[in-house]
């Protein structure tokens, strides 16, 4: 998934470069900062010390030392003053100058923490926003994996009104007599989709439990007989490049709207019969922005339905019904909710 939300310490992520929310000396501190050059070590203040600190909005590379990663990105975030004293734009420019540095020192993978939103006090819900809707800009013309990571879960906050209107939604439609092991099932099913999809051997996909039959939606009216054999012929491949045809765009501008890397996409524009996980078919309905029903439809063709039995469905419609088409949106909201999040 190019951009992913995770929960984790930074200093353990295994990527090319982790970003520093740091100070304008970068000559360490507290909150990130601190636990970064204690798993670093004293190189890493050795290095810090030979350049010249720092602007705000800026950044600079180090190496990692002693962390599993290969750089660190030194960037200071801007002080929350209100809002009036262009903080967006500092905070913005923190992560187009990382990516940037990290593009150029040829990182494949880049792990952010939540840059300002601790002792610089970003609101965390307007950092949030910030950081996603800047990535994802980023990601739309670079091939990268890029990690935001979240240390508390008190750390991450979608607005309020949204969570409370999500929560809503779902407390309407929730069907009650599903538990809370039903939903941990689910998790663990998306998981070992996942997991077979991204290399398992064809044996193994044929034998993939298939997710909510009892719960299938009905198969959509077909005009003709001829449509209703074409619909049930084609595969969730087929369909899926018919559709991107239909809607005039090209393959990157469908897999980067999806959240989805281009190897996967790869993968599943050369095999016909190839079985995806549920959250991958939904990020595709949301990158082609398929009403409900097609939605459906093309859930379908990859043998799962969307049910009123488990949050990430009812989240996912949530955000469909409502003509919200941008997945990094419906992954914050999945995240705030504890649930798989779209994409593969
Ligand atoms: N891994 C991931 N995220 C973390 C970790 C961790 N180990 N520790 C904290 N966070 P902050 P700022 C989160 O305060 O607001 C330093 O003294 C934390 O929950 O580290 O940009 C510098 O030297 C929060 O969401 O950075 C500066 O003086 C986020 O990281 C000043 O703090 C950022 O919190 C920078 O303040």
Same mark, same amino acid.
């Given at each position: 998934?190019?951009?992913?939300? &995770?929960?984790?310490?930074?200093?353990?992520?295994?990527?090319?470069?982790i970003?520093?929310?740091a100070?304008?000396?970068?000559?360490?501190?507290?909150?990130?900062d601190g636990a970064i050059?204690?798993?670093?070590?004293?190189?890493?203040?050795e290095?810090?010390?030979?350049?010249g600190?720092?602007e705000t909005?800026?950044?600079? #590379?180090?190496? =990692?030392?002693?962390l599993p990663c290969?750089?660190?990105?030194?960037t200071?975030?801007?002080?929350?003053r209100?809002?009036?004293?262009? @903080?967006?734009?500092?905070?913005?420019?923190c992560?187009?100058?990382?990516?940037?540095?990290?593009?150029?020192?040829q990182?494949?993978?880049?792990?952010?923490p939540?840059?300002?939103?601790?002792?610089?006090?970003?609101?965390?819900?307007k =950092?949030?926003?910030?950081?996603? +809707?800047?990535?994802s800009d980023?990601?739309? +013309?670079n091939e990268?994996? &890029?990690?935001?990571?979240?240390f508390?879960k008190?750390?991450?906050?979608?607005?309020?009104k949204?969570?409370?209107d999500i929560?809503?939604y779902?407390?309407?439609?929730?069907v009650? @007599?599903?538990?809370d092991? !039903?939903?941990?099932?689910t $998790?663990?099913?998306?998981?070992?989709?996942? $997991?077979?999809?991204d290399?398992?051997?064809?044996?193994?996909?044929m034998?993939?439990?298939?997710?909510?039959?009892?719960?299938?939606?009905?198969?959509?009216?077909? !005009?003709s007989l +001829?449509?209703?054999? $074409?619909?049930? +012929? @084609?595969?969730?491949?087929e369909?899926?490049? $018919?559709?991107?045809?239909?809607?005039?765009?090209?393959?990157?501008q469908c897999?980067?709207?999806?959240?989805?890397?281009?190897?996967?996409? !790869?993968k599943?524009?050369?095999d016909?019969?190839?079985?995806?996980?549920?959250p991958t078919?939904?990020?595709?309905?949301i =990158?082609?922005?398929?009403?409900?029903d097609?939605?459906?439809?093309?859930l379908?063709? =990859?043998?799962f339905a969307?049910?009123?039995?488990?949050?990430?469905? #009812?989240?996912? @419609?949530y955000?469909?019904?409502?003509g919200?088409?941008?997945?990094?949106?419906?992954n914050?909201a999945l995240?705030a909710f504890?649930?798989?999040?779209l994409?593969?």
């Amino acid at each position: 998934m190019p951009l992913e939300i &995770v929960r984790n310490d930074i200093t353990k992520m295994k990527v090319d470069a982790i970003v520093n929310a740091a100070n304008q000396t970068l000559l360490g501190g507290g909150g990130v900062d601190g636990a970064i050059h204690h798993a670093a070590g004293p190189g890493l203040l050795e290095e810090c010390r030979t350049l010249g600190g720092c602007e705000t909005g800026s950044a600079k #590379i180090t190496g =990692a030392y002693r962390l599993p990663c290969k750089y660190v990105i030194h960037t200071v975030g801007p002080r929350w003053r209100g809002g009036w004293h262009g @903080e967006r734009g500092k905070l913005i420019s923190c992560y187009r100058t990382s990516l940037a540095l990290a593009k150029e020192n040829q990182c494949e993978t880049v792990a952010f923490p939540l840059i300002s939103s601790g002792i610089y006090g970003y609101p965390k819900d307007k =950092a949030l926003k910030v950081a996603i +809707d800047t990535i994802s800009d980023f990601l739309f +013309d670079n091939e990268m994996t &890029v990690y935001l990571v979240i240390f508390d879960k008190t750390a991450y906050q979608i607005s309020g009104k949204l969570f409370k209107d999500i929560a809503a939604y779902i407390d309407d439609n929730y069907v009650q @007599e599903h538990t809370d092991s !039903s939903e941990r099932q689910t $998790r663990s099913i998306f998981l070992e989709e996942e $997991r077979l999809a991204d290399g398992a051997s064809e044996n193994m996909k044929m034998s993939m439990p298939v997710m909510n039959v009892g719960m299938a939606a009905p198969a959509p009216a077909a !005009s003709s007989l +001829d449509e209703a054999l $074409r619909m049930l +012929d @084609e595969s969730f491949s087929e369909m899926l490049l $018919r559709k991107i045809d239909e809607r005039g765009i090209t393959d990157a501008q469908c897999y980067k709207k999806a959240n989805i890397d281009r190897k996967l996409f !790869s993968k599943i524009r050369s095999d016909k019969l190839y079985r995806p996980s549920k959250p991958t078919v939904l990020a595709f309905a949301i =990158a082609l922005e398929l009403p409900l029903d097609e939605t459906r439809e093309m859930l379908m063709k =990859a043998g799962f339905a969307l049910s009123h039995s488990n949050k990430f469905d #009812i989240i996912v @419609e949530y955000f469909i019904s409502r003509g919200n088409y941008n997945i990094f949106e419906i992954n914050e909201a999945l995240f705030a909710f504890d649930q798989s999040l779209l994409g593969a």
